[in-house]
């Protein structure tokens, strides 16, 4: 096994459920969120289907910060980053691995949860598709978002609030044209909240291992 495929499958055993660094914690806040909205609003059919997907990804946003506390800071904090660069990879290499590793760690698991989540706000068929495909297509750019930021806070006190902070002005512009795709008869906005997301992806591993070899210098 390449030492990539190992590291990979070394972070999915940390940040999927049940590993030490994971939790199903963002998932039941997911749903929760779902669960509780009819309360807040009352049984208005009409008005849970209009405002229902808007719902589905504010909470797809909050629980995406859930997890940012134990992404990277626990790798910093006892040297693993340090070790795999005495092994010759990269801080971009390994942060481009945790990415991937912390998108798949949530975003299937939360595209599922979508389904029995668009049942309790009484969202149609076509709503539904337009939630999953915008989620699919926005999610890797919330991953990266949430890997930047939380490298950039993982050696300061108190850097979990300070991530969260960080990370919902960040993740607005995907907030908006996901969202938006509700909005709209043709699929424009989930094209524009995938482009968002690839560029978010293209920059996260730079950034986010410059974040990880400023921290170590310092």
């Known amino acids: 096994m390449s ?75 006892n040297g693993t980053f340090d070790q ?46 337009t939630v999953l495909l915008g989620l699919l297509a926005g999610t890797p750019g919330l991953a990266a978002v949430g890997l930047m930021v939380a490298a950039l806070t993982a050696a300061m006190r108190g850097g979990a609030a300070l991530a969260g902070l960080m990370v919902i002005p960040l993740a607005v512009p995907i907030l908006i044209f996901g969202a938006g795709a509700l909005a709209r008869p043709d699929e424009s906005a989930i094209l524009l909240t995938a482009a968002i997301s690839l560029v978010l992806v293209a920059i996260a591993p730079f950034a986010a291992g410059a ?6 210098e310092n």
């Open 211 to 216: 974040a990880i070899r400023a921290s170590r």
């Open 3 to 77: 030492p990539s495929l190992a590291l990979l499958r070394r972070d999915l055993g940390l940040l999927l459920p049940g590993g030490t660094q994971g939790g199903v914690l963002p998932l039941l806040f997911f749903l929760a969120v779902a669960m509780l909205y009819p309360f807040a609003v009352g049984p208005d059919a009409q008005l849970l289907a209009r405002t229902g997907g808007g719902v589905i990804w504010v909470a797809a946003l909050l629980a995406a910060i859930l997890p940012l506390e134990k992404l990277v800071a626990g790798d910093v904090q």
């Open 84 to 129: 795999l660069h005495l092994r010759g990879i990269s801080e971009e290499l390994a942060m481009a691995i945790r990415l991937a590793a912390h998108w798949l760690a949530f975003a299937p698991l939360l595209l599922v949860a979508t389904l029995p989540a668009a049942a309790l706000l009484g969202l149609t068929g076509e709503t539904t598709r």
